[in-house]
Nanobody, 123 residues
Framework: QVQLVDSGGGLVQAGGSLRLSCAASGRTFSRYAMGWFRQVPGKERVFVALISGSGIINYLDSVKGRFTISRDIAKNTVYLQMSSLKPEDTAVYYC?????????????????WGQGTQVTVSS
């Protein structure tokens, strides 16, 4: 019953910043785990960041110190703040949600998905 709308992608120079947003429907958002994933043509969709229903956060090693995931419960929105962007960060970014609150790094564990937003980092 949950619907997700992700947005905020665009074109940015290497070293720049973007903030992605994921707006969720439903009344149980605060108890859901949320994740961000990314995918490039010809490759599998991979984990980027997650936040569990209890607030536990984890990141892909290559984005630690550069990306920050956060949740605004009042707005039913999850964010991914991306700084010091690199060309290798170029991908379609997807937000995802799962019920129960416990978070996983595997895309297959998530029940609900946004449509994706393109992030392109130029050199």
């Amino acid at each position: 019953q949950v619907q997700l709308v992700d947005s905020g992608g665009g074109l940015v120079q290497a070293g720049g910043s973007l903030r992605l947003s994921c707006a969720a429907s439903g009344r149980t958002f605060s108890r859901y785990a949320m994740g961000w994933f990314r995918q490039v043509p010809g490759k599998e969709r991979v984990f980027v960041a997650l936040i569990s229903g209890s607030g536990i956060i984890n990141y892909l090693d290559s984005v630690k110190g550069r990306f920050t995931i956060s949740r605004d419960i009042a707005k039913n929105t999850v964010y991914l703040q991306m700084s010091s962007l690199k060309p290798e960060d170029t991908a379609v970014y997807y937000c995802a949600a799962r019920s129960g609150g416990w978070a996983f790094a595997s895309p297959s564990e998530y029940e609900y998905w946004g449509q994706g937003t393109q992030v392109t980092v130029s050199s």
